[in-house]
């Protein structure tokens, strides 16, 4: 769990934005990042174990969790399939109980993680917008790069 957040209307949050360019259709990138097997190969870096419990589905809730059954309540807050993802984080999730209204949870929910595919010269540029919390910007930073690797790896193999 991240500590000691400030509320986002105090401007801890930061965006962030971490591109890479795949040898790869849109289509095949997107089953990479979406895919029941491949999401929790390149989430990885963030933790391993990663697995996510949801339909895809605009609207649809989002369970990020952990091999230990802790991790993040978001939802689908758009879905263009093959273009854009955007997720919003509501709250914290450990071992089946849901956390919308701590203080914690308060400092950073409604923080946005977006997704765009594009296609430049038969390759996909996948780009990722993601609010972070300045306390963590530094982790983020290396951990976002690796991420994306593996999605390149995966996407191209």
């Not at 999401?39 to 989002?62: H, L, R």
């Not at 091999?67 to 089946?96: C, F, Q, W």
Request: proline letters at 3%.
């Amino acid at each position: 769990m991240i500590e000691g957040h400030k509320n986002l209307k105090n401007s801890t949050m930061e965006k962030l934005q971490f591109k890479i360019t795949i040898d790869a259709s849109r289509e095949k990138v997107w089953d990479v990042l979406w895919g029941e097997e491949t999401y929790p190969q390149w989430t990885k870096p963030f933790s391993p174990g990663s697995k996510a419990e949801t339909d895809w589905q605009e609207g649809s809730k989002i369970l990020f969790l952990d091999a230990s059954d802790r991790g993040m309540v978001l939802t689908v807050k758009e879905n263009r399939p093959n273009e854009y993802m955007g997720i919003e984080h509501l709250g914290y999730y450990n071992k089946g109980v849901e956390d919308f209204d701590s203080e914690e949870v308060k400092s950073w929910a409604g923080s946005t993680e977006n997704y765009t595919l594009l296609t430049i010269d038969g390759k996909t540029e996948l780009t990722v917008d993601s609010d972070i919390n300045a306390d963590h910007k530094e982790m983020f930073e290396k951990i976002w790069p690796k991420a994306l690797e593996k999605v390149k790896e995966l996407a191209e193999n």
